[in-house]
């Protein structure tokens, strides 16, 4: 199983950008589906945006789309999420995940059940 661990996260006003990252390790991760997810206090854990193997694939949710890009290097074994024009909103524990399962655009693949690796997230706080 591969080992997630993101970074990058932080207190930032809004409007500003950041990129977290998504560093993978035990096994590459270039034949995996990477997805990022986030959770809020007191909600339920959200689907932010997945990317295929390639990273010439990608399904985002409505909420981020525009607004946010994930991509990947797989000789790094790395993901990231690029996140511009932030708002207090988009406050969360952001974390990553991998699916050994094909890449879809369909909500299956929104769903937390199919991934099998997670990272323990990143805190990312907007200010108003």
């Known amino acids: 199983q591969v080992q997630l661990v993101e970074s990058g996260g932080g207190l930032v006003q809004a409007g500003d950008s950041l990129r977290l990252s998504c560093a993978a390790s035990?096994?590459?991760?270039?034949?995996?589906?990477m997805g990022w997810f986030r959770q809020a206090p007191g909600k339920e854990r959200e689907f932010i945006g997945n990317?295929?193997?390639?990273?010439?694939?990608?399904y985002y949710a409505d909420s981020v789309k525009g607004r946010f890009t994930i991509s990947r290097d797989n000789a790094k074994n790395t993901v990231y999420l690029q996140m511009n024009s932030l708002s207090p909103e988009d406050t969360a524990l952001y974390y990553c995940?991998?699916?050994?399962?094909?890449?879809?655009?369909?909500?299956?693949?929104?769903?937390?059940?199919?991934?099998?690796?997670w990272g323990q997230g990143t805190q990312v706080s907007v200010s108003s």
């Open positions: 990317v295929n193997w390639s990273g010439g694939s990608l």
């Open positions: 995940a991998a699916a050994t399962r094909p890449w879809d655009r369909t909500s299956t693949s929104t769903m937390a059940t199919f991934y099998d690796s």
């Open positions: 035990g096994r590459a991760i270039s034949r995996y589906v």
